[in-house]
């Protein structure tokens, strides 16, 4: 194939892989600013409203690495439609749902296709974008991926606002059209790997593994650590993970090579990529709560404040590939986990009295550095492995940024629990001579930003008690963020560009059985 011919098929793959992205990514935290909506018009309970936050990142974290390696046998290009065709499918019955029941389903449809879309996403791109392109490509994928993340809470409230909550799920059947015709029309079909057969013992026990690991950290943060539901999944955790270990090492053909994870740079593109998502989005959450809440901005106002992180994932996704061929991979991630830190630490910043301008220099470190991890982060999971094994690699470092958001969100949402049931206790509620509701309604609406519905008596009180909370999460998440450019240090490849790909590069005996079929 002449060499324009090869760039517009290359660009054409491009431009489809991150439309897919884009709606996928976004329809992880667009749902937030539509609750109130959807309680009143479906009459839904809250269990019910955390289901259907939660029924999308659930199935979407769970099925990804079954995703990757079904993709690897089966075809991408086929799984990526038939991902394509059930998220819209899944939007469209979220659209039109009757009752809770049917939304919440069709979450989980939605999760579902999200997953198969994702999963052979890195691979049809590093197939497309060969060489030196390929940090270029991933730049552009990753950045379109995180921004419609980031940007999600301003459009789902510019959409609830003018058209309903319906829109926020109907809105995705445009472009969810365009995907499935890019996929059909520009993405180059595969056929099966021959001679493998699909390890299904270890995709049902994965997919009960990541789906226990989801459930007992969301469940953990929404009724409590202590709570018979929380502990059994914890248990279900546990035993599924011995049993997976225990079934990949005797099966001929696995799922997961066990062994990529003796590559030191897989297993900690592994840790970076959760810990990216739980730093990077685990306290978004928190923050809009402090800004629709405590400072009374309405949703829209509130997303257009955080538009300057989303603006700086961008500024930093588009400039990552130039530093990474000047200054090599290790240099770059190290240098987005230091931003973040520092933009956490001016974020602790904030006072009961502080206007968000005090949050906003600390906001755009955070995106920053946010915007120069997903792309490399991305490229060294496909990079150094084996390519039959790409897209397997791919599915188990892209589960790790959604399971990053749900854990980071649990832990920093017991975090600031603490701190404001610390500030508020019962001595200090019924010294600040409040008459209505009690101590533990009085925390239960600080933690939910609730100040409207406080008692005059105990505002002030609230507002201190909140802050605070707030900055021990800024201060734990740089932490973490300090622990991920420690990590980066260690495992991360220094090479620039092509070296990257050969950089700690799985060796032989990873490789399947048959390295000359599929993709």
């Known amino acids: 194939m002449p060499r324009h011919e090869s760039d517009a098929a290359a660009r054409r793959t491009l431009v489809t892989v991150s439309v897919a992205a884009a709606i996928t990514t976004m329809d992880i935290t667009i749902v937030n600013v539509a609750l109130a909506a959807i309680a009143a018009d479906l009459s839904a309970t809250l269990p019910q409203l955390q289901w259907t936050v939660n029924a999308y990142p659930l199935l979407f974290a769970a099925l990804l690495l079954v995703g990757g390696s079904v993709s690897d046998r089966l075809g991408r290009r086929r799984i990526f439609v038939t991902g394509v065709v059930l998220f819209t499918v899944g939007s469209l019955l979220c659209g039109v749902a009757p009752d809770p029941g049917v939304l919440i389903a069709g979450r989980a449809v939605q999760g579902i296709g999200g997953a198969l879309i994702f ?86 026990i994965g997919v009960l593994l990541l789906g226990a690991v989801n459930l007992a950290v969301i469940s953990g943060a929404d009724e409590g650590w202590t709570r018979p539901v929380t502990l059994v999944a914890a248990g279900v955790t546990v035993l599924t993970l011995v049993l997976f270990v225990v079934v990949e090492r005797r099966v001929d053909d696995p799922m997961l090579q066990l062994p990529l994870f003796r590559i030191r740079a897989f297993t900690g593109v ?56 000047r200054y090599g991979t290790r240099a770059v991630v190290v240098t987005g986990f230091v931003g973040i830190c520092v933009g956490y630490l001016l974020v602790a910043r904030v006072g009961a009295d502080s206007t968000w301008l005090v949050a906003l220099p600390g906001l755009v470190l955070i995106g920053a550095g946010m915007g120069l991890l997903f792309a490399p982060l991305m490229g060294i999971s496909v990079s150094v492995v084996p390519p039959q094994q790409a897209g397997m690699a791919s599915g188990t470092a892209n589960a790790f940024f959604p399971l990053g958001t749900a854990v980071g969100a649990a832990v920093f949402g017991a975090v600031l629990a603490g701190r404001v049931g610390a500030g508020l206790s019962d001595e200090a509620v019924r010294a600040a001579g409040v008459a209505g509701p009690t101590a533990s309604e009085v925390r239960d609406l600080t933690a939910a930003g609730r100040f409207t519905d406080l008692p005059p008596e105990v505002e002030t009180l609230a507002r201190f008690a909140f802050v605070d909370g707030l900055t021990t999460v800024a201060w734990a998440a740089a932490g973490a963020a300090a622990v991920g450019a420690a990590v980066a240090l260690a495992t991360v490849p220094a090479g620039r560009d092509r070296r990257d790909s050969s950089a700690g590069r799985a060796p032989a005996r990873v490789e399947g059985r048959r390295p000359d079929g599929g993709d």
Do not use: E, K
């Not at 989005?281 to 538009?307: C, D, E, I, K, N």
């Open 270 to 325: 592994s840790v970076l990529s959760f810990l990216t998502r739980a730093v990077g989005f685990g306290t978004m959450p928190y923050l809009v709560l402090w800004l629709q809440g405590m400072l009374g901005y309405s949703p829209l106002q509130a997303g257009l404040q955080l538009s300057a992180l989303s603006a700086a994932i961008v500024a930093g996704s588009l400039v990552v590939a130039r530093l990474q061929h």
């Open 119 to 204: 999963a052979p996403a890195l691979p049809l791109l590093a197939a497309a974008y060969p060489g030196d392109r390929r940090n270029a490509a991933m730049g552009v994928f990753s950045a379109t991926a995180a921004v419609s993340a980031a940007i999600a809470p301003l459009v789902g409230g510019v959409l609830v606002s003018s058209l309903g909550w319906r829109s926020i799920f109907l809105v995705n059947l445009l472009p969810g059209a365009f995907v499935l015709f890019g996929a059909l029309r520009w993405l180059p079909a595969s056929g099966r790997q021959p001679g493998r057969r699909l390890d299904l013992a270890g995709a049902v």
